[in-house]
């Protein structure tokens, strides 16, 4: 089992930053991948950014330049830093990682944190 711990969203205008933490109970060294999703009212979870089984990150286009997805091996925990925030970033922010066990592996999710973009 893996849980995974979010932290640092809130309400913030046009143009600010925000930081968001995700802090796993287990070594990140034993997880495949991790990252950051999101979802909207009306809209499907979608990729923000993730680092990949290879250790390569990945970003969806809309966010590329803007945010940033660090790790800090020691503490367990992935970062999502956000800059030049617009209201479309409004979504619930789900961390969520990928973890092997033998031939198969499972998803976990975190509990989401809510970021608000606006005026």
């Known amino acids: 089992q893996v849980q995974l711990v979010e932290s640092g969203g809130g309400l913030v205008q046009p143009g600010g930053s925000l930081r968001l933490s995700c802090s796993a109970s287990v070594s990140i060294f034993s997880i495949n991948t991790m990252g950051w999703y999101r979802q909207s009212p009306g809209k499907q979870r979608e990729l923000v950014a993730a680092?990949?089984?290879?250790?390569?990150?990945n970003y969806a286009d809309s966010v590329k330049g803007r945010f940033t997805i660090s790790r800090d091996n020691a503490k367990n925990t992935v970062y999502l830093q956000m800059n030049s925030l617009k209201p479309d970033d409004t979504a619930v922010y789900y961390c969520n990682c990928e973890r092997v066990y033998g031939s198969s592996s499972r998803a976990y999710w975190g509990q989401g944190t809510q970021v608000t973009v606006s005026s």
């Open positions: 680092f990949t089984s290879g250790g390569r990150t």
